[in-house]
């Protein structure tokens, strides 16, 4: 059998994925601003040229040093990630781990800390897209700065979905990506630094020289914001300017309002075809919604039966949310047409699987949720 010619190779074609221009080095502080007022903060704000997981390493890494006193509060695996970052850095750590797939308590909280009254540092994932379900960052932020403590908070999922006030919730760091309620891209980070947070983070032994070091960062806020350290990813930044764009065109709080009334109209959805969401009203996130599978099949199985309709399904992630399937709700799917797809195809998907799925029902509640 003869083997095909390769095809012939353009290599003159102009795409716009290569070769792009840099970015102007004077209009990363421009960002870096836009950015402190998403977070209503006057707090300094660092631009890491990577994915927030690296951004969440970087702040464990340089706040960890043996003799640190941390509370970590586990509602997924990002949390425990976490908790090992910290205590790699010989800091100790306590933890405090939520009911597999559920929110923290603030009981549960404050009973850590008063078991504990010596921590210096408490983290915690605000929303959790893995489960779908949202921790009370409100009240455990006020109990963290009554005693004192700074405060870390991953907020990935939740910039843009939650209300997020900074400098109100007196939150020492927040981490943020711009992949999700934003819908931007996933390869840069951001995250807000207290001068609390700057003062942790200078302590003797803090490590140097290395990207996950925010005292390296911080040279480019002393240097006058200029060009940041390290070669930068120009369409990773002209991208996150367009996110930009188009979050301050729409309006924060109308951004927040969209994503409330996704997640609003999908759990009345749920609930009329017959599924009870995994979290409560308190607890859920706006993002991603989440409801147990029948006791009589998996998400795996109810997911393939819906895989030809397309639409979004997709399983939980980490202990507790095994069998969970997600309703994704995020950035430019928090409108009525994906919400009504999705729950509808759960339905046809119940029903394909010889399991009762009342559409009609789902369908004329979320339509009475987007006519109010």
């Not at 004329?364 to 006519?371: D, K, N, R, S």
Request: charged share 20%; aromatic share 4%.
């Amino acid at each position: 059998m003869t083997t095909p010619p390769a095809p012939a190779r353009n290599i003159d074609r102009w795409t716009p994925l290569l070769d792009p221009p840099a970015f102007p080095p004077d209009r990363y502080a421009l960002i870096a601003d836009r950015i402190k007022a998403l977070l209503m903060t006057e707090n300094d704000v660092l631009l890491i040229q990577a994915e927030a997981v690296v951004a969440l390493e970087a702040v464990a890494t340089s706040i960890a040093r043996p003799g640190l006193k941390a509370l970590n509060i586990v509602t997924s695996p990002y949390g425990g990630w976490f908790g090992k970052w910290l205590a790699r850095g010989g800091a100790d750590v306590v933890t405090l781990a939520a009911e597999p797939a559920r929110a923290v308590t603030i009981d549960a909280v404050r009973q850590a800390l008063d078991a504990a009254p010596d921590s210096a540092v408490l983290a915690l994932v605000h929303a959790e897209s893995a489960s779908g379900i949202c921790n009370p960052l409100d009240e455990i932020a006020e109990l963290a700065r009554s005693r004192g403590i700074v405060t870390v908070v991953d907020a990935v999922a939740s910039i843009g979905g939650h209300p997020l006030d900074i400098d109100a919730l007196g939150i020492d760091i927040a981490v943020i990506g711009p992949q999700k309620a934003l819908a931007g891209p996933a390869g840069v980070s951001a995250l807000s630094i207290s001068p609390a947070a700057w003062k942790l983070v200078s302590e003797e032994n803090s490590p140097r020289d290395s990207i996950l070091s925010l005292l390296d960062q911080r040279a480019w806020i002393e240097s006058g914001r200029a060009a940041l350290p390290g070669t930068t990813a120009p369409l990773e930044f002209f991208a996150l300017e367009a996110a930009l764009d188009r979050i301050e065109a729409e309006g924060v709080a109308a951004t927040v309002a969209r994503h409330a009334k996704a997640s609003h109209a999908t759990r009345a959805g749920l609930q009329a075809l017959g599924a009870m969401p995994w979290a409560s009203d308190r607890t859920t996130s706006r993002l991603v919604t989440t409801v147990e599978a029948p006791a009589t099949s998996t998400p795996s199985e109810i997911i393939a039966a819906a895989s030809d309709l397309g639409c979004e399904l997709t399983s939980g992630v980490g202990p507790g949310a095994e069998r969970l399937v997600r309703f994704n709700h995020t950035g430019n799917r928090a409108r009525f047409e994906t919400v009504l797809s999705a729950v509808t195809a759960y339905g046809i998907a119940l029903q394909r699987l010889g399991l009762k799925a009342d559409i009609g029902s789902a369908a004329a509640a979320i339509a009475a949720a987007y006519a109010d």
